[in-house]
């Protein structure tokens, strides 16, 4: 699988990652339904013997309980892939999300994540939100102090804008920015995607599928089906009147896929994947076969053809909308 290195000194990543946002269960506010950690971890393992080198993760996810399975998926196999993990999101015993930046909070929860994912390091440290905003550089500190002391290889950040970066890049590089990325949400095209370019600062989309909505699985009764516990229930890409604007471009996608011998899952990722800042996308999996499906796009360049047909159809979707 095609690699690239994540910015100017980060390792080599393919091009594909796992994300592992859903395996986190749905014990916790921003869970994605039920979950078996079986068929998580077989998942994960379907995704490094594909050739994926690695998996990301977030304490807050399950509330911890992504990380765990995470750790049990890459035992015996550390050595040969990364893993990214985030802090900066802690949960209170009654399961609700605080945003805790602190140099102590930092620390603890770097700690916490090892046990976790049963490593003595982490390959990528990210703060998962830039909240609260005046306690970045106080975190982003401690993570460098982590990275002097092995226990973190690299530093990255999610989430966040060009000026908190650019408040933070003094003090120790950015290897990485994750920000959310699809043919529906391009806001990071105007000036996050030009700056990280500019500064050599690796990007690592997550959503390129947009919660599953560009997978091409979805259909209106799918969508209303969607488990109270699974926050896509909740979301307006998969409720009207964007739901019925969101399929109808999925559709208009099909026949370039098709023709390609692709699925329009594999589209979207390898549209995301055109940008040149874009080092790399997650794309998460719940169930064995949902990695070697979209696997293929790490490899896909688009056409210019291709492309402009696209670029059509979502100048269509924004005119209906």
């Known amino acids: 699988m095609t690699t690239r290195r994540l910015g100017n000194n980060g390792p080599l990543f393919t091009r594909i990652g796992?994300?592992?946002?859903?395996?986190?269960?749905?014990?916790?506010?921003?869970?994605?339904?039920?979950?078996?950690?079986?068929?998580?971890?077989?998942?994960?393992?379907?995704?490094?013997?594909?050739?994926?080198?690695?998996?990301?993760?977030?304490?807050?996810?399950?509330?911890?309980?992504?990380?765990?399975?995470?750790?049990?998926?890459?035992?015996?196999?550390?050595?040969?892939?990364?893993?990214?993990?985030?802090?900066?999101?802690?949960?209170?015993?009654d399961g609700s999300i605080v945003s805790v930046l602190d140099a102590a909070s930092v620390r603890s929860e770097l700690e916490a994540s090892l046990r976790r994912l049963k490593t003595e390091w982490i390959d990528l440290y990210q703060v998962h939100w830039p909240d609260p905003d005046p306690q970045i550089e106080e975190a982003w500190e401690e993570i460098a102090k982590a990275v002097k002391e092995g226990k973190v290889r690299w530093a990255g950040v999610s989430n966040f804008s060009s000026a908190?970066?650019?408040?933070?890049?003094?003090?120790?590089?950015?290897?990485?920015?994750?920000?959310?990325?699809?043919?529906?949400?391009?806001?990071?095209?105007?000036?996050?995607?030009?700056?990280?370019g500019e500064n050599g600062i690796g990007v690592i989309c997550y959503s390129p599928l947009q919660m599953g909505i560009l997978s091409g699985a979805f259909s209106p009764e799918r969508a209303a089906s969607l488990a109270g516990d699974d926050l896509r229930s909740r979301n307006p890409y998969f409720a009207e009147p964007g739901l019925s604007r969101n399929l109808a471009l999925v559709e208009k996608l099909r026949?370039?896929?098709?023709?390609?011998?692709?699925s329009v899952g594999e589209l979207a990722l390898a549209w995301v994947l055109r940008r040149p800042e874009v080092t790399a996308a997650i794309v998460g999996g719940r169930r064995p076969g949902q990695a070697k499906d979209l696997a293929g796009a790490a490899d896909w360049h688009l056409s210019r053809e291709d492309a402009a047909e696209i670029e059509k159809a979502l100048a269509e979707r924004e005119a209906a909308a």
């Open 18 to 93: 796992m994300g592992t946002w859903a395996i986190g269960g749905s014990d916790w506010k921003y869970g994605w339904g039920s979950q078996d950690d079986g068929d998580s971890v077989a998942v994960i393992h379907e995704a490094l013997d594909l050739g994926i080198n690695w998996i990301d993760t977030a304490a807050a996810y399950g509330l911890g309980h992504s990380e765990e399975v995470v750790g049990r998926a890459v035992a015996g196999r550390r050595d040969k892939i990364f893993l990214a993990t985030k802090c900066g999101r802690k949960w209170t015993p």
């Open 164 to 196: 908190q970066m650019k408040r933070i890049q003094a003090l120790h590089p950015i290897t990485s920015l994750q920000p959310p990325y699809s043919m529906l949400r391009r806001d990071v095209e105007k000036e996050i995607l030009p700056f990280c």
């Open 255 to 262: 026949p370039i896929a098709r023709r390609n011998g692709r």
